[in-house]
């Protein structure tokens, strides 16, 4: 099957919005085995609109069109389309039913023509707006298969994962059932991982396996069809342990939890607490510890120590530290992570020290960073590492190599090249 | 004139990359007054590549190309373009140059493809590639202008900006020079905003203005087309009173800086150092003002304090306080912020308290957050906030509100509401 992805909206011409629905619906039908050779955007405009779906149905089997199911006079999508295909459009009950209830409960006037979001092409199926009110809709006409989603990301989303998906695999398999799996990796570059399991990749079609890279982390999504679901997950299981086999030591976790995610929980199930003191991440890691709520349970505090000064004063890092080694160097990040960890009275604590950029630092170059962790019963050490990147960059990097440690020192994994405090210099 | 952009990319069509190209490249047209009525995106194929832009000629002046540029095979909109438009491909000169002394200078050796970059359509104009190596061109052939783009944003988006847009409005405006001025809001949505403004922008041809929203921040572009530089500048200061009269309130400053750099800057301009105790935000706030180099000459540290225990054993924020008030009020947020001062010996002192949410704190709503200020000098006070958003949302609005609030205390603006301590509970 064969997509063409239609983006509708003024905005996206003007450039007030960038366009993420088309990547999202891409990734999904990808997902599916479903080859996308063309996006189109046209702006609120229904002869563009109509013109565009016949290029479309000259080069695709199936034609997903998002924005214009709104309630204004701009969202013209299902008006065209009822003219286009010479199709009623008719009221949907239910979703009448929850713009009413939506507006009873909100203490909202009711807008005259919000009811124009229920309508739908007569003989399509509705999919549901999990998060709003404008309903979608999946049909078959001819030789084709429509889909019309709502614009808004935060609609589209949901309605894609929780009905469309359903749709399409009822279409596409044929009571087969589609089963995917989402590995993630820290530590290697996408390329680098490419290169290791191209073996595993090349010419794979049952299951597919598709990479995805987003600055440090990289998800390898396995998808099968099976006649059952048990079956597809013994497909996976093959193609996971080849795609592991190499990467084993890369390797954090499945599905959408992040690396900070992941590090969170593990703190949690270990009952241990984290703090850290921060220089040229400047709060960056303690802010993303507290991005979730459930923070509290393994967190109190921390402290941002950026100049020499208060890192002796406030965080007592002793003067003959930053006398023999300077602020960028392992003792200094060890001392950090140490005192932090008294002051917090925590589990774990992290020292960050290095040079963010674009500036050297105590002939430090850019990029260099002394990353120091003390936990409680074990002796302390650091790590450097040098990030060749801009400076908000090279602070972002640092933050992700922090979770890494930890998780590795937390699950007892291999740290290598470890630095110890040199008490000789 | 009217546009038409194609992204070229196999990595779009599978949703491995947002299509943030077209959406800049629109804003850029639309300013020059330049009218996009379609994007297209195609893969990494010569045939659909073609075929796109025999399409784009049939109902557009302007063509622009982005991606396809670099050295590998998968690249191929020169070679492309060389074929559809019966035109050989010629070396440029000082491009070859960069590649071979960039190759030169560090320490990788060139790989073979990598000359690949200098080729341009032999009657095109260069367009200088500030970032990269892949040389840009812009070409006009018969009816049509053409141009062609790197792929990578931070590529694509100088070479636009530095040169692709002289080009333009050598070719738009005949003598005529084009000048655009950008004044930044903050404190007010983009609905009320836009309301306030309508009568002036509505039916507004010269000078034009277009406004554009990003979390908080508001932008609002004027573009004038005159003779001189001075008669366009005379027309948009007309313009920009207009703007203003109504908003000037939530004006802070012009062209691209953020709220977080107009801080930064009006604090280094008045030799004020600034340090924060944060709770809710953990870190974020502190983080925003060292993502610059300059963060060194106003700040020296910081302390995240999450628990109640450490506000109490680490910041010394009073037993008497968080029985009387608790820490999510304006007692706690004053306190935090006077500490904080003490603690970092800093001029302004800021207390960040409150619920990120999703669940409650003290019988407090998600969303309620109190951001207390303490200034050398003055008495100290709280300020109240309800964001209604998610969890991080209510904390990336809680760190933009402070250094609004940085922003009027240093520039002695008013501060509506403002709560003192309340000595009688």
């Given amino acids: 099957m064969r997509a063409e992805i239609i983006s509708i909206g003024t905005e996206l011409l003007l450039g007030q919005v960038v366009n993420s629905n088309a990547a999202f619906i891409s990734r999904e039908l990808a997902a599916l085995g479903i080859e996308v050779y063309h996006h189109v955007t046209v702006g609120d405009n229904p002869d563009r609109l109509t013109a565009a779906v016949k290029e479309a149905e000259e080069r695709a089997d199936l034609i997903v069109l998002s924005g214009g199911l709104g309630p204004t006079e701009d969202d013209i999508t299902k008006q065209t389309m009822s003219n286009h295909l010479d199709m009623d459009l008719i009221l949907h009950e239910e979703t009448e039913d929850r713009i009413i209830t939506y507006h009873k409960n909100s203490d909202f006037e009711m807008p005259e023509n919000n009811q124009l979001q229920a309508l739908i092409l007569a003989e399509s199926t509705p999919l549901k707006n999990d998060t709003g009110l404008a309903v979608g809709m999946m049909l078959d006409h001819g030789d084709h298969q429509y889909v019309l989603l709502p614009g808004p990301p935060d609609e589209l989303q949901p309605m894609v994962e929780n009905h469309l998906k359903d749709e399409l695999i009822k279409r596409l398999l044929d009571k087969q059932v589609l089963v995917s799996r989402v590995l993630r990796f820290f530590g290697i570059t996408e390329a680098q991982l490419a290169k290791k399991i191209e073996a595993v990749v090349k010419g794979q079609t049952n299951p597919t396996?598709?990479?995805?890279?987003?600055?440090?982390?990289?998800?390898?999504?396995?998808?099968?069809?099976?006649?059952?679901?048990?079956?597809?997950?013994?497909?996976?299981?093959?193609?996971?342990?080849?795609?592991?086999?190499?990467?084993?030591?890369?390797?954090?976790?499945?599905?959408?939890?992040?690396?900070?995610?992941?590090?969170?929980?593990?703190?949690?199930?270990?009952?241990?607490?984290?703090?850290?003191?921060?220089?040229?991440?400047g709060g960056a890691f303690l802010s993303s510890i507290t991005s979730d709520i459930s923070a509290g349970s393994v967190f109190e505090g921390g402290i941002v120590t950026y100049s020499t000064e208060k890192k002796h004063d406030v965080l007592n890092v002793s003067q003959k530290t930053i006398d023999n080694f300077g602020v960028v160097s392992p003792e200094c990040a060890i001392e950090m992570a140490e005192n932090s960890r008294k002051m917090f009275e925590a589990d774990i604590g992290v020292g960050l020290t290095g040079v963010a950029g674009p500036g050297s630092l105590e002939g430090q170059i850019p990029g260099t960073v002394y990353i120091g962790l003390s936990y409680k019963g074990n002796a302390s050490f650091a790590k450097h590492f040098h990030f060749g990147y801009k400076r908000n960059k090279n602070r972002r990097l640092a933050v992700l190599n922090t979770h890494d440690m930890v998780r590795r020192l937390i699950l007892d994994k291999p740290i290598e090249k470890r630095l110890n405090y040199d008490e000789d210099q």
């Fill in 209 to 281: 396996v598709a990479v995805y890279a987003n600055e440090g982390e990289i998800t390898v999504r396995i998808t099968a069809r099976a006649e059952t679901e048990k079956e597809g997950n013994r497909c996976i299981d093959e193609v996971e342990s080849q795609i592991l086999e190499p990467l084993t030591d890369y390797f954090f976790g499945y599905g959408e939890k992040k690396l900070d995610e992941v590090v969170r929980d593990l703190l949690m199930e270990q009952g241990l607490t984290i703090t850290a003191a921060e220089s040229l991440t």
